[in-house]
């Protein structure tokens, strides 16, 4: 009876290697590090800075209501926890 079972051997495909990161933006670390991140945010502060007129009131704008949602959905979470309401 010919079976066909994988021996985990040396016949295992090597796992393929991974792409680096693509260094968009002048980053030199890795998006998906702590490292990466600070250099997103970074890029985000420094295009919001080259925008002008009624971009950079609809990005302020945007900016805000997020910063705003987090603020009530922390607000709400903790009212929630301690049972206040």
């Known amino acids: 009876m010919n079976t066909e079972t994988r021996s985990g051997g040396d016949d295992e495909p090597d796992e393929p ?4 990161p ?3 933006w002048g ?5 998906n590090s702590v490292d990466g991140e600070l250099q ?6 420094t295009g919001l800075s080259r925008l002008s007129g009624r ?3 609809a990005a302020s704008v945007v900016v805000w209501l997020i910063l705003l949602g ?3 959905a922390l607000i ?3 009212i ?3 049972g206040v309401w």
């Not at 290697?17 to 680096?20: G, Q, T």
């Open 70 to 72: 987090f603020a009530l």
């Open 40 to 45: 997103n945010l970074a890029a985000f502060g």
């Open 55 to 57: 971009r950079r009131t």
């Open 17 to 20: 290697r991974r792409e680096p």
């Open 80 to 82: 929630g926890v301690i």
């Open 27 to 31: 980053r030199t670390a890795n998006p």
């Open 22 to 24: 693509d260094f968009a």
């Open 76 to 78: 709400f979470g903790v």
